[in-house]
């Protein structure tokens, strides 16, 4: 079975530029959720989407980020304009509906300069 | 809220040594918990779990009981070796449902020669 898969892997931006991230979750998995791990920090959840729905968003910062799950399969995590704080690991995980165990893709690292 | 501490690392042992890492929880209701392992440029592995009290989880010879009664959920190994140097994130989330996971800061281990 394949697991989940991110792209890009890596991703270099200068501060104000934009960038885009990409999942797709594990098939047949409907909660499919986007964290933020900054360096030393465990991950914080960024949004979390059941279906094409969103259920949960309360730590977004929302004047810059914004995320779309149209067809309830695959994913896109946006950033405009980014900032030099937005430098972290962006990992992406999915779970059935009524089971709380998630699986992790390998992430995508940004580095904004 | 909920909340996750660890132990903070680095934690650096010999191969053979006995592992401890320490983790204690707050949650409104009743969680699940879990540990993870992050291995160098690689996504999060799920590496063993608990859902009710008294229930010990394990996997690869690592061990954790999750204690109601101490709201811990420490993590155990009785001899390390090179190839688990990673970095351990304790998590928790509510039973039953899929919801956001709520990590600690992750606490790195080196295993030594």
């Known amino acids: 079975e394949a697991g989940v898969a991110q792209s890009p892997r890596y991703k270099i931006i200068e501060k104000r530029q934009s960038v885009a991230f990409w999942c797709n979750p594990i098939s047949g998995h409907a909660t499919l959720y986007w964290y933020q791990q900054i360096l030393g920090q465990g991950p914080k959840l960024l949004i979390q989407f059941q279906n094409n ?17 149209l067809k309830g399969v695959d994913s896109t995590l946006k950033i405009q304009p980014a900032k030099l704080e937005d430098s972290a690991v962006y990992l992406c995980a999915s779970s059935l509906e009524s089971v709380n165990e998630q699986f992790f893709g390998p992430g995508t690292r940004l580095t904004v300069l | ?6 132990m903070e690392g680095p934690v650096t042992l010999s191969e053979e040594a006995f592992l401890t890492i320490n983790c204690t929880y707050t949650a409104t209701g009743y969680p699940s918990l879990f540990w993870y392992v992050q291995y160098p440029g690689e996504g999060l592995q799920l590496l063993l779990k608990a859902t009710k009290a008294d229930d010990k ?35 928790l989330t509510l039973t039953g449902t899929a919801s956001k996971l709520t990590f600690g800061t992750g606490t790195r281990l080196q295993v030594t020669l």
């Open chain 2, 1 to 6: 809220g909920n909340s996750v501490t660890q």
């Open chain 1, 53 to 69: 729905g969103v259920v949960d968003d309360s730590q977004l910062p929302k004047d810059r980020f914004s995320a779309e799950r």
């Open chain 2, 57 to 91: 989880g394990s996997n690869k010879g690592f061990e954790a009981t999750y204690r109601k009664e101490t709201t811990s959920f420490h993590l155990e190994k009785g001899s390390v070796q090179v190839s688990d140097s990673a970095v351990y994130f304790c998590a």
